[in-house]
């Protein structure tokens, strides 16, 4: 590719400013490197980016969270111990942001957002093993926090795992946790007491939040981006969960998650393995055939 193809910090600010990102905003992010373009210098400039954006009076928050493990933990999981430090699986933003020299990190041992910038440590450091895992996006909401997603794969308006945690629905516990040292040193297995689960479905609100007004499609470098306001999405989305709480559901005839665990799902369990065989079937034909 062309140099003159590369996307620089400069070309980035612009693209935020355009935006309508103001100075001093509380701003959630969720994005895709790879649907912006080839990044002079990739997620760290992204990151720069973005704090010159907001300046020294605003602040950024990425979901920054911890891989964990089906319990009992095995001999090799249970050596992982989560620190303040350890790596997302949450891509290369959140990764350039835990290793920012001023960025601060939640104290929750699974779901830990990392922040930089003015709130950050008002944010972070209350958010406890003893925190529900999505406190930081209530508090966001609280702020009227705005949320952009860079990137159409990469859509995540931070509020609906929140909403689908407040409708209070039941599901099949995940029984997975990870290891962590408690403030006296103690080192504790977390057990992860949310519901959390598949978000393929997330996407179907996307519509709701244009009529209401709370979503504005943006271009940042090649890719499309949507600036949510995080107390908006909330709203449409326990207004339409209690009308419709099976509303978040994927499509997909294989999810077990949306097709089996929520006490509302109504998929049947043959139906999903048939499904499933099914897709293994074709998958496997195709191999052949190419
Ligand atoms: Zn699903």
């Known amino acids: 590719m062309n140099k003159s193809h590369h996307i620089s910090k400069e070309v980035l600010i612009k693209d935020l400013e355009r935006a309508g990102i103001p100075k001093g905003a509380l701003l959630h992010v969720k994005a895709s490197l790879k649907a912006i373009g080839q990044i002079d210098g990739g997620a760290a400039t992204l990151l720069h980016a973005l704090l010159e954006t907001v300046g020294p009076q605003g602040t950024i928050v990425v979901d920054a969270f911890v891989t964990c493990y089906p319990l009992p933990l095995n001999t090799k999981h249970a050596q992982v111990i989560s620190t303040e430090i350890s790596p997302s699986y949450a891509g290369a933003l959140a990764n350039a942001m835990i290793q920012h020299p001023h960025s601060v990190r939640s104290k929750h041992p699974i779901q830990r957002f990392c922040a930089i910038g003015k709130l950050a440590h008002d944010l972070m450091d209350k958010h406890t093993p003893e925190s529900g895992a999505y406190d930081v996006f209530s508090r966001l909401v609280e702020l009227d926090a705005i949320n952009i997603s860079i990137g159409r794969k990469a859509i995540g308006v931070g509020t609906t795992h929140l909403a689908v945690e407040k409708m209070g629905f039941i599901k099949k516990p995940s029984n997975m946790g990870l290891n962590y040292r408690t403030a006296s040193g103690e080192v504790k297995t977390f057990v992860v007491n949310w519901n959390g ?94």
């Open 197 to 290: 689960g598949c978000s393929r479905g997330f996407s179907n609100f996307l519509p709701l939040y244009e009529s209401a007004g709370c979503l504005k499609w943006v271009k940042i470098g090649n890719a499309d981006a949507a600036i949510t306001s995080m107390k908006g999405t909330l709203e449409v989305e326990l207004k339409k969960l209690i009308e419709d709480a099976s509303f978040y559901f994927c499509d997909d005839p294989t999810c077990k998650d949306c097709r089996l665990n929520w006490e509302h799902s109504t998929g049947s369990y043959f139906k999903v393995k048939f499904h499933s065989l099914i897709t293994i079937i074709k998958r496997k034909l195709n191999i052949l055939s190419s």
